[in-house]
């Protein structure tokens, strides 16, 4: 059984998707480029802003307007992200649950360290208080840098007792790269046939069903 829960942030405990759509498409528009259907945006996700960009705009990195398009992005969302967003069904009934049990919680995430403190701070507090997102000087998953900090932040001293939790095959290769036990959720951007060929403890339908590992 498992002590310590480290877990995604987009897909799997906060539905981001229609407020990062809105954003990517604000920033695309704003430049005369055409937006992207919200479910077209769902498979940019996961890598961070930067790829997300660079997927979103015509000829990514070699268009001479990817960084006003960034830039743009990360503006808009800063002051709408949480326009739409919301934990998904069952999230907040869980995570009381797990501190309420002494399981240790933190978050690893793509997502820029500012953006993420703020969500944090809106949805999560006093919970989850270990926020490891996207900063200078740490590679993005599936590098295992966040996973790292977050034990390192957290006290932890044996990952055989950690267990990571996400939505995609980033989180998938994250957990597999740092070496931990891994369950990857149905209710986020990625489809089981997406998933199909990682092997986790489990394929998990609803957040309850974490409540089994610890």
Not at 56 to 85: M, Q, W
Not at 94 to 108: D, T
Request: net charge negative; with cysteine; charged share 25%.
């Amino acid at each position: 059984m498992k002590t310590t829960i480290l877990f995604d942030l987009d897909g799997t405990l906060l539905n981001t998707l229609d407020d990062l759509a809105d954003a990517v498409n604000y920033a695309l528009e704003s430049l005369g480029y055409p937006a992207h259907s919200t479910d077209v945006i769902r498979q940019y996700v996961g890598n961070g802003i930067a790829k997300l960009i660079e997927r979103a705009i015509p000829e990514g990195l070699d268009n001479p307007d990817y960084k006003k398009c960034y830039d743009c992005f990360v503006e808009y969302y800063g002051e709408h992200s949480r326009v739409k967003t919301d934990l998904y069904p069952g999230i907040r009934d869980l995570l009381p649950q797990l501190a309420q049990k002494g399981v240790k919680l933190a978050v690893v995430t793509n997502k820029l360290q500012e953006a993420s403190d703020t969500l944090a701070m809106d949805f999560f507090n006093p919970y989850i208080t270990v926020i490891v997102g996207d900063a200078p000087g740490r590679n993005k998953k599936p590098h295992p840098d966040g996973v790292n900090e977050a034990i390192r932040q957290l006290n932890v001293t044996d990952k055989s007792q950690v267990l990571y939790i996400g939505d995609s095959d980033v989180d998938a290769m994250t957990a597999i790269n740092s070496d931990i036990d891994y369950l990857l959720c149905l209710w986020g951007f990625r489809s089981y046939e997406q998933l199909s060929k990682y092997k986790p403890l489990a394929f998990i339908n609803e957040p309850s069903d974490i409540l089994k590992y610890i």
